[in-house]
């Protein structure tokens, strides 16, 4: 049946609904491509023949691949935005550098778009906040207090923070830092908050 | 050295610093902590928590943390033992010592720079002044100053000179080795016994009401670390009494505000009273029979192991007037009518029986309609938590399980708390009723010996030290008199957990001797053992050595 690689690709987005990106389905989009340039060829000639022969009982099946064509385009548009909101979500999620295996399931275009996103988020954000700039990844929600506690719950070694410093992190220690320096290692599960 | 004020000399300096915390595996040291944790909290002051269970695990901490911090405190640990040596810092780290094991080691006291103890310096030490065991060293380069002169030219001219001089010398030499042999022992004297002083909570809340910054929670944990003390029988009934005394005066000042009647605070807000309440462990959280039966006061004033035991105390229960299917049930759903005077009532029957301490003074909270809690309670669930032999948890998943425990957000985990205390007491009844039955004490001339063998049941529960002491304490009162040793097996590594606990008696000093005679047992015969734990009176030993540290230990003592 025509359209059903491109239902495919959906349902591959819509398994991973928790906003992981799956890696980049180069074969599935190419021949939901193959399968619309076909269709597309097809129409072609029927309406080519139609025309000139004047074979109306062509139409209805002009019509059909014509629906496909489109249901084929509104698919892989659907797959290949959502994929970039995704992409868009990582960036607040894992700071600036992803990690390689979040990368690996990105193609070169994507890797492009991620990149020029980047740039954009960064001087938006140089233009805020007077000199410095602000930067609004950090504090997603609103912070109570400027230190927080926070447990390590599993051995990730030496951590530096922006001044200096050095803390170790070994498992079940505890520790008491500032806030913004330990947001992306709660984010990546490293460290836990302690709510006393 | 000894910090005369406890605000100047640490709170100001520890400030702006970063600071690591180095906390031993007991309740008081955990209460301590949390203490110590809420003031940093207040004051911004960053710091990094690391849990330790014995020396090695102390200096591994060290090692790893010594580049990043230069300011260590150390909770419960580390006082006794010449700490500069062990861990063989640079000069620019400084240590804060709130440790409760005496005797303090002397090269901590009288070190000026880089040790800091936060003990208050007349809290029963004792400690040997300076002169009688450091010796300037200008001295002794003067007389080998003087040999060498003298050895180097021996002329004929200066024979008259040199017999003066040699009688001088010979003089300063017997002077020497007689101030030697004071000093040997002064020292062994000042470090046979081992014993623990003032709990580390109530030091730290004491540093929390001069910054006046104590809280109902911070007061509760220091009770909790007081109550420790006393549940694991460290300090002796004077001490205790005195303390409670102290902490009476801080809860009648926080329970100020609840005296008026227009303005009186919500059931949520925290409630600590001042309660004289029954010596029977987890009573409120259990039912009255079970309590009896599985508290080591009862237990053993009845005898609860002989059929004549058993007979008392239904009489004892029949004496009050309190039908069996009442004591039997769960507490809280026992009859309002009984339980209303039941303190009176016990006390009154305890009297007849022999138990004339079956109250004591002692601390409860209560927040909410539902959540009532004693001081002794906390301390059993958090030492059940802090111990529980759950195969997959490390000691450091524990350590923060206990830790987490003592929050009020975290009733739930007081709760299984509780209920793994229980098991752990009657595990506890068991072995002492089946060691006694089984004549598995022997006497070894100086003191009483059990072991408990790999197939006995919950063997696992006791081969940690808290739980072992508490068994001790427990087979000691029921035997009573002697001083006891005891071993546990341990069989993943093949050793054997030993532990000696002094003798028991009303006006004990509660002083252990066995630290010492431990070390010196394993020198003379080469034992291979493991000094690892903070408490000198347990250690770790090779089962093939076991007995022949025994006979050194029973002709050490003897």
Known sequence: ?196 | MFIADIRKDFYEVVANQRVVLLVAPDIDALCACKILQALFHCDQIQYTLVPVTGWQDLGTAFLEHKEQFRYFVLINCGANVDLLEMLQPDDDSIFFICDTHRPVDVVNVYNDTQIKLLIKQDDDLGVPSYDDIFRDEDEEGEDSGNESDEGSEPSGKRRRFDEGAVERRIERQRAKREWEARRREILFDYEQYEYHGTSAAMMFFELAWVLTKDTKDMLWWAIIGLTDQWVHDKITNMKYVTDIATMQRHVSRHNHRNEDEENSLSIDCMRISFEYDLRLTLYQHWSLYESICNSCYTSCSFKLWTLNGQKKLQEFLADMGLPLKQVRQKFNSMDMSIKENLRDVIEESSNKYGMKDIRIQTFGVHFGFKNRFLASDMVHATAALLESAEKDDSETDTFIKALDALSRSNIDRLHSGIELAKKKLIAIQQTVASCICTNLILSQGPFLYCYLMEGTPDVKLFSKPMALTLLCKYLLKAFSLCSFAHGVLDVEKGTVIVVGIPPESETSDKKNFFGRAFEKAAESTSSRTLHDHFDTSIIELKTEDRSKFLDALITLLS
């Not at chain 1, 295996?101 to 954009?120: D, G, I, P, T």
């Not at chain 1, 220690?173 to 709510?195: D, N």
């Open chain 1, 1 to 196: 049946m025509f359209c059903e690689k491109a239902i495919e690709l959906i349902r591959e987005l819509h398994r991973m609904s928790d906003g992981q990106l799956p890696a980049f389905n180069e074969d599935g989009l190419r021949q939901v491509l193959q399968e619309m340039e076909a269709l597309y060829e097809q129409n072609q000639s029927d309406v080519n023949e139609a025309k000139s022969e004047g074979r109306a009982e062509l139409i209805p099946s002009i019509k059909l691949r014509h629906c496909c064509l489109l249901r084929n385009q509104r698919c892989v548009t659907a797959y290949l935005y959502d994929r970039l909101l995704r992409i868009r979500a990582l960036r607040w999620e894992y700071g600036s550098v992803l990690p390689a295996n979040v990368r690996f399931h990105m193609c070169a275009e994507e890797l492009q778009w991620f990149s020029q996103y980047k740039k954009s988020l960064a001087s938006f954000m140089r233009s805020l906040g007077g000199d410095e700039g602000l930067d609004i990844t950090q504090d997603m929600k609103p912070p109570k207090s400027l230190y927080i506690e926070v447990r390590c719950l599993k051995d990730h070694g030496e951590f530096e923070i922006d001044d200096g410093t050095v803390i170790l992190l070994k498992k079940n220690s505890q520790h008491f830092l500032p806030r913004w320096k330990c947001e992306l290692l709660i984010r990546q599960g490293v460290l836990e908050h302690v709510v006393s």
